[in-house]
């Protein structure tokens, strides 16, 4: 059986148990039998997508994919819910919203309650929501096209969240210097640590941090 994943989820299945597989960022290009990658991948193997936008979509991908590797017979043991904290804290010297209990974590919740925010990517949607935003009913089209948000003139929010990669093209379509919001840039795929929790860690503290 031979495994192949994707850059981005390498760390993942790393994690997860899993020491011998491939990595390509198209799977269907490699020799393989099963792929691991992210949810809005497609390949033409059999395969198990995953979320790792969130620390909670992490934790549970880490458990999902080592579920799919001891049901192949590919791990000795799936890992569960205390070996994925113990990979967590290992993050104790290079994280804080990471390691965030549950009730911390509510009270940052709390504090953004009454904030909407527009955004212009749907895996900082998923952060954007995490830490209790409304986020506004916004679709950013990336073929360009503007029908699908002629409505959205009036659209009232506190900020606008955007990758970097769309810089170029959020500036055609937004007054970024305007004083009835607040523009907040994040770090893409590139610029950024290639470590799942190192990398969601500087999303999230960029976005709390701005919209404190």
Same mark, same amino acid.
Request: some cysteine.
């Given at each position: ?12 299945? %790393?994690?997860? &148990? ?10 269907? %290009? ?6 691991? +990658? ?12 995953? =979320? ?27 890992? &569960?819910?205390? =070996? ?5 804290? &290992?993050? =104790? ?19 953004? =309650? ?53 810089? %170029?093209?959020? +500036?055609?379509?937004?007054? +970024? ?9 994040? +770090? ?16 999230? &503290? ?7």
């Amino acid at each position: 059986m031979i495994v192949v994943t994707t850059p981005m989820c390498r760390q993942i299945v %790393e994690w997860a &148990g899993l020491n011998d597989f491939k990595v390509n960022r198209f799977p269907d %290009e490699e020799e393989g039998d099963f792929a691991i +990658l992210l949810s809005e991948s497609k390949v033409k193997m059999d395969s198990v997508a995953i =979320k790792i936008n969130t620390f909670s979509q992490i934790k549970e991908s880490i458990k999902t994919v080592s579920k799919a590797l001891f049901e192949m017979s590919l791990i000795e043991e799936a890992i &569960g819910d205390e =070996k994925v904290e113990t990979i967590f804290n &290992g993050y =104790k010297d290079d994280a804080e919203y990471a390691l965030l209990d549950e009730e911390e974590f509510n009270k940052i919740r709390e504090s953004n =309650k009454n904030k909407k925010v527009k955004v212009y990517s749907e895996f900082l949607k998923d952060i954007v929501s995490d830490i209790g935003a409304d986020v506004t009913d916004f679709t950013y089209d990336k073929n360009g096209n503007y029908e699908d948000n002629a409505n959205d003139l009036g659209m009232d929010f506190d900020h606008l969240v955007y990758p970097d990669y769309l810089e %170029e093209e959020v +500036l055609k379509r937004e007054n +970024l210097e305007s004083n009835e919001f607040k523009a907040i840039k994040i +770090l893409s795929h590139n610029n950024i640590s290639k470590d799942p929790i190192l990398k969601a860690e500087s999303r999230y &503290g960029a976005l709390i941090e701005a919209m404190s």
